[in-house]
T-cell receptor, first 115, second 109 residues
Framework: NAGVTQTPKFQVLKTGQSMTLQCAQD?????MSWYRQDPGMGLRLIHY???????DQGEVPNGYNVSRSTTEDFPLRLLSAAPSQTSVYFC??????????????FGEGSRLTVL | GQSLEQPSEVTAVEGAIVQINCTYQ??????LSWYQQHDGGAPTFLSY????GLEETGRFSSFLSRSDSYGYLLLQELQMKDSASYFC??????????FGTGTRLKVLA
């Protein structure tokens, strides 16, 4: 099992460009989520999904879109990149989204710089 | 809403015991998880408490008091490799799995 795979690992964008961060998991997890982590800060929830076709906003959703067409994939789209979106992005998944999460499995992170 | 409080930094020496506290407010609380993150790495799961009391996993133990909305992570026989950030994360019925700013643990030789 590969676990949670994020691509790309590093990306540099110019202000105004759009891009998609990919996240895939092979554990048949229902729950998937995206976090961003700024230097010296904790993890802030951007969007999450409790199953295919179901997504919802987290703490900091502005400027980001998500979709969940399959159980395995949960891409994060930056619509028009801004320097404030420079961050490390983590995708995470869990077996169940019905409370009592237990263990979140994290990808290795995608380091995004917006110039 | 949801809120979390953890100390921002804790320092201890090798071989010592350290306790990292966490107080939380969340709706529809199910349980409290703890994660470790080394600099430059991804968070990794340490423990989960669904019920009140102490859960022990090797050198690490985690405690939960649901009535006090309080938990802690206890690290024993500290090693240099335990230097990392530690996050508590309450799980609730809203599925918004929120992390705080974490506690940075520095282990000194």
């Amino acid at each position: 099992n590969a676990g949670v795979t994020q691509t790309p690992k590093f990306q540099v964008l110019k202000t105004g460009q759009s891009m998609t961060l990919q996240c895939a998991q092979d554990m048949n997890h229902e729950y998937m989520s995206w976090y961003r982590q700024d230097p010296g800060m904790g993890l802030r929830l951007i969007h999450y999904s409790v199953g295919a076709g179901i997504t919802d906003q987290g703490e900091v959703p502005n400027g980001y879109n998500v979709s969940r067409s399959t159980t395995e994939d949960f891409p994060l789209r930056l619509l028009s990149a801004a320097p404030s979106q420079t961050s490390v992005y983590f995708c995470a998944s869990s077996l169940s989204g019905t409370g009592g999460f237990g263990e979140l499995f994290f990808g290795e992170g995608s380091r995004l710089t917006v110039l | 809403g949801q809120s979390l409080e953890q100390p921002s930094e804790v320092t201890a020496v090798e071989g010592a015991i350290v306790q990292i506290n966490c107080t939380y407010q969340t709706s529809g609380f199910y349980g409290l998880s703890w994660y470790q993150q080394h600099d430059g790495g991804a968070p990794t799961f340490l423990s989960y408490n669904a019920l009140d009391g102490l859960e022990e996993t090797g050198r690490f133990s985690s405690f939960l008091s649901r009535s006090d909305s309080y938990g802690y992570l206890l690290l024993q026989e500290l090693q240099m490799k335990d230097s990392a950030s530690y996050f508590c994360a309450p799980g609730g019925g809203t599925y918004k799995y929120i992390f705080g700013t974490g506690t940075r643990l520095k282990v000194l030789a």
